[in-house]
């Protein structure tokens, strides 16, 4: 992976660069990493395997916009601290908008933990899991949110990590399905352009195209090695 996709908070490996593994050495703050797929108008699942090191301010999951917080330098429930963002926290809050709620028990700490998320834009919802346990709907009207969203997490503990595991998407009518076979043989953006489709097509299609330079999951302030700031 380029160094400009890299930061000293969040370092990424494993297949794929699945893994994530938050301050490294020490923490001084909270980091967060964004990942790729635009969630909109899908039904998604992932499932997220958190290391046996729970514990902290905060360990959140989630989704947000682009403009959702993705550092501070203070201990914080980062996703969700502002209207951009909605997460969940192993202390089992539910945060957005600044404002949070109680939503399941706090995670045992120390102890290796599963987190399933399903994301249906259709209906507006997003509903956590805990080990194979439904918790029920966490948020609604997920559906009127007209920015693109993204699978979100966060940490503020030192040498935490979270994998992820688990992906699934379920097709929401026969234009999306006929979308996701012509992907699989498009692969690329480049051989998409040479085909002879209407704009609005290609920019349908497009959508559904994750380069094969763009990896599963981006780390935070991915420009601060070069200078030029925090995205």
């Known amino acids: 992976m380029d160094s400009d996709f890299l930061d000293q908070r969040v370092r990424l490996h494993g ?4 893994i994530a593994l938050f301050h490294p050495n020490w923490s001084s703050g909270t980091a967060g990493v964004r990942g790729t797929r635009i969630l909109n108008n899908g039904r998604y699942f992932w499932e997220l395997h958190l290391s046996r090191r729970i514990f902290g301010t905060s360990m959140m999951f989630g989704i947000g916009t682009k403009k959702a917080r993705l550092h501070a330098d203070s201990f914080t429930n980062l996703l969700g601290k ?12 539910l945060w957005h908008g600044g404002r949070w709620t109680q939503y399941t028990k706090p995670f045992r700490e120390n102890v290796a933990t599963k987190i399933g ?5 259709i209906a507006g919802t997003l509903t956590y899991y805990k080990d194979g346990k439904c918790l029920g709907i966490a948020f609604r009207g997920l559906n009127e949110i007209k920015e693109p969203l993204y699978p979100i997490i966060c940490s503020t503990a030192a040498k935490t990590e979270m994998f992820l595991d688990s992906t699934k998407r379920d097709f929401v009518n026969l234009q999306d399905r006929c979308r996701a076979v012509i992907v699989k043989k498009v692969k690329k953006e480049q051989d998409l352009q040479k085909l002879f489709l209407p ?30 700031g925090t995205i």
């Open 15 to 18: 297949p794929h660069f699945r």
């Open 82 to 93: 502002d209207d951009q963002g909605w997460g969940l926290s192993h202390k089992g809050l």
């Open 117 to 121: 998320v399903l994301f249906d834009g």
């Open 199 to 228: 704009p609005k097509i290609k920019q349908y299609l497009s959508e559904a195209i994750v380069c094969e330079c763009v990896k599963p999951f981006r780390p935070v302030n991915q420009n601060l090695s070069n200078g030029m």
